[in-house]
């Protein structure tokens, strides 16, 4: 058969290209929200219907376009913001290659209502990209953009689109992170109605960042800036008593524009290495300003990679920046209150739920700060005392981590976090079968406040949160309350546990899986005691009870062993006796 070999029709060509900026409703809006800050807005509402699916809105008090404009805007490579070649170097503006509006028309029913401040408003539709209605109509300077049914007409896109959620939870990160760069700019995104973000003009960058990843990262965080050097850096870093599981609350943007590096993530860890305890992230919200000549932004615009020039100049900029900022947070804690104060509290410190409440937060911070101490002498001090085993009747802990008993002729040498992964384990599934313990009331209900995303995921944790022993109530907007948690936890860091395991379920859930089985092996994980908790003996006796009434005592959910056993028979043979 032979087979003919056809030119694409230009409505087909415009799809394929689309599919290069137009992978889901969350790049229409980074698009549209560009386009209206290059065009100088300085308000941008952004409405939903679907996740973006049925309409995204997006109605800015730009610059607007003249019925010549529109006209020229709406073709591909069309663009208003590049004259001569030259121009690509020192580029500002965040788009230039002139396909979004093409693109996006070429995959929706798009409408088009602008007005140019010195002439009359227009209106114009397409469909398929091809221009179907075009009138005169009425609005104040500005433009508004309305992408209806997207992917409509490309079937195998749309098939595989994920759940509405995922898409509406990209959409939220990307409009969160204009929030967070551009403080001058009043950004309102709303879903069916319901309002996810409003950030005023100029509310400051702090509370922008409290909006976007959450009241407590950004009570958490600290300034920083440099003042020297090709690059500058400003922005707000968590301390080292506030980090998180992951990276998700870490944002770069240069010159304002969002991007990605691996680099400057690999930085902000390294600056915190002596402070950070493994397996842990700093949350980070830094901007890097640089002469646009010394960086290659657009190696591709969707995918938001950039290259530095001089990556040793940035890493020491970066690098003192951070460092500085916890040095000066240190020293003030010092000189004023600090020791007296993480001193007095020193028993505080380990209630749960206390962290944020009332005059406790700042002694808390203070006490951990010393604890992980930047300074590597603090760690060597400590060395000798985490070596010397704590005698106690007949069990001892050594290396922060085993649980040592003597028991008549054998000594057992315990896991304490694969035990209590263990004991958790069990407790958990029983709690699902509903044939398990209590659940503590907490003293003081521990307030919880995420970033909207989190959110969203949380109304539909919180009951599977609660089947667990976790009762969670919202409490005002993206905040919530924890009221109880299981009695078999009740002394750890029960928010702490929480949010952990929050944020594994959001890595890990796919649509057909049980919240509730899924968020038993978290659970069990997250909320047992772990390698470097130093333990009482009461707690080492409760714990070892707890193990000996466990179905499967000796292995922990994974697999590991919870103890081995060394009888006197086994140290005979050892020292060649026998
Ligand atoms: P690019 O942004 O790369 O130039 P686009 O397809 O996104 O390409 O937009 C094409 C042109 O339409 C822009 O260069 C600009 O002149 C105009 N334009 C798009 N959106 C707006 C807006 N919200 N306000 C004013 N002008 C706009
Ligand atoms: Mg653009």
Same mark, same amino acid.
């Given at each position: 058969m032979i087979r003919k070999i056809q030119v694409l029709a230009d409505d087909v060509i415009a799809k394929i290209a689309a599919g290069e900026v137009v992978e889901r409703p969350a790049s229409v809006v980074k698009e549209l929200i560009e386009n209206s800050l290059d065009a100088g807005s300085d308000s941008v509402e952004i409405d939903l219907k679907d996740a973006g699916f049925a309409l995204i809105r997006v109605a800015d008090n730009g610059s607007g376009m003249t019925s010549e404009e529109v006209k020229l805007a709406v073709k591909r490579h069309a663009t208003s913001k590049l004259s001569a070649i030259h121009d690509l170097e020192t580029l500002l503006t965040f788009g230039f290659r002139g396909e979004a509006l093409s693109s996006i028309s070429s995959v929706s029913r798009f409408e088009i209502t602008t007005r140019n401040a010195d002439g009359e408003a227009v209106y114009m539709y397409l469909e398929n990209g091809q221009v179907k209605e075009a009138r005169p109509a009425a609005r104040v300077p500005g433009t508004t953009i309305e992408v209806k049914d997207l992917f409509y007409n490309v079937p195998a896109r749309k098939k595989f689109m994920k759940k509405d959620s995922t898409e509406l939870a990209a959409v939220i990160d990307t409009v969160g992170r204009f929030i967070v760069a551009n403080d001058g700019v009043e950004i309102r995104l709303r879903n069916n109605g319901r309002e996810i973000f409003h950030a005023h003009k100029n509310m400051g960058i702090k509370a922008r960042i409290s909006l976007v990843l959450g009241r407590d990262v950004a009570d958490g965080m600290i300034e920083l800036f440099s003042l020297t050097g090709k690059y500058r850096v400003t922005g707000f870093v968590s301390r080292p008593s506030s980090t998180r599981k992951d990276k998700r609350m870490q944002m770069f943007f240069v010159n304002k524009r969002y991007i990605r590096s691996t680099f400057i993530s690999n930085l902000l860890d390294e600056a915190n290495r002596s402070m950070l305890e493994r397996g842990r992230f700093p949350a980070g919200v830094l901007f890097i300003e640089v002469d646009p000549s010394m960086v290659d932004v657009n190696v591709h615009p969707a995918k938001l990679l950039v290259k530095f020039e001089d990556e040793d100049e940035l890493k020491r900029s970066v690098m003192s920046s951070v460092r500085s900022a916890f040095d000066e947070v240190k020293n003030r804690e010092r000189g004023s209150h600090g020791q007296t104060l993480s001193e007095a509290l020193g028993s505080a410190v380990q209630a749960p739920g206390e962290e944020k409440h009332g005059i406790f937060a700042e002694g808390i911070a203070t006490q951990r700060e010393f604890e992980y101490g930047a300074a590597d002498e603090m760690i060597s001090d400590k060395k000798p005392l985490a070596d010397i085993p704590r005698k106690t009747s007949d069990i001892y802990q050594i290396g922060k981590c085993y649980i040592v008993r003597v028991k008549g002729d054998s000594v057992t040498v315990t896991d304490q976090h694969a035990?209590?992964?263990?004991v958790l384990y069990e407790y958990f599934n029983n709690k699902k079968r509903e044939t398990a313990g209590e659940t503590q009331n907490l003293l003081f209900p521990v307030s919880l406040g995420l970033s909207p995303s989190e959110s969203i995921l949380m109304g539909k944790m919180k009951g599977a949160y609660k089947t667990l022993g976790f009762e969670i109530d919202e409490f005002g907007r993206n905040s919530f309350v924890?009221?109880?948690?299981?009695?078999?936890?009740? !002394? +750890? !860091?029960?928010?702490? =546990?929480?949010? !952990?395991?929050?944020? !594994?379920i959001s890595g890990n859930i796919k649509p057909g899986m049980d919240p509730v089985e899924e968020m038993v092996k978290y659970a069990a994980c997250r909320g047992a005691i772990k390698e470097g908790d130093a333990l009482d003996e009461h707690e080492m006796a409760d714990l070892l009870r707890q193990l000996s009434e466990c179905e499967l005592?000796?292995?922990?959910?994974?697999?590991?062993?919870?103890?081995?056993?060394?009888? =006197?028979?086994?140290?005979?043979?050892?020292? +060649? +006796?026998?």
């Open positions: 035990a209590h992964e263990r924890i009221r109880t948690a299981p009695q078999v936890i009740k !002394d +750890r !860091d029960i928010e702490k =546990v929480v949010r !952990d395991i929050l944020s !594994d005592p000796f292995t922990c959910p994974h697999g590991r062993p919870t103890t081995l056993e060394i009888t =006197v028979d086994e140290l005979e043979k050892r020292f +060649r +006796r026998k």
